[in-house]
């Protein structure tokens, strides 16, 4: 069992940044592939990032270049950071920690981009 606690979220404006931190329970946190995924209102859960134990990034077209995703064995830690945010990044952001699929979810951290 997994337990994961996001922070970071907030109001920006656009063209703003924001990290996220998601940290797990447990001893096990480097065998996880490690994942943020958003949800805006009306809208189906997308993915933002993924990490492999061994540090391998995956981001779909509408995160590259402005979000980086990391993590931290020692301290059980995965990061976001997201540049250049836009209006339409609002959503609740969550951590997800998986061997195999669904894996494990945090409650979600709210992200808001709006002048």
């Known amino acids: 069992q997994v337990q994961l606690v996001e922070s970071g979220g907030g109001l920006v404006q656009p063209g703003g940044s924001l990290r996220l931190s998601c940290v797990a329970s447990?001893?096990?946190?480097?065998?996880?592939?490690m994942g943020w995924y958003r949800q805006a209102p009306g809208k189906q859960a997308e993915l933002v990032a993924t990490?492999?134990?061994?540090?391998?990034?995956t981001y779909p077209d509408s995160a590259k270049g402005r979000f980086t995703i990391s993590r931290d064995n020692t301290k059980n830690t995965v990061c976001l950071q997201m540049n250049s945010l836009k209006s339409e990044d609002t959503a609740v952001y969550y951590c997800?920690?998986?061997?195999?699929?669904?894996?494990?979810w945090g409650q979600g951290t709210q992200v808001t981009v709006s002048s």
């Open positions: 997800n920690a998986r061997v195999t699929y669904p894996g494990y």
């Open positions: 447990g001893s096990r946190f480097s065998i996880y592939v």
């Open positions: 990490i492999t134990s061994e540090g391998t990034t």
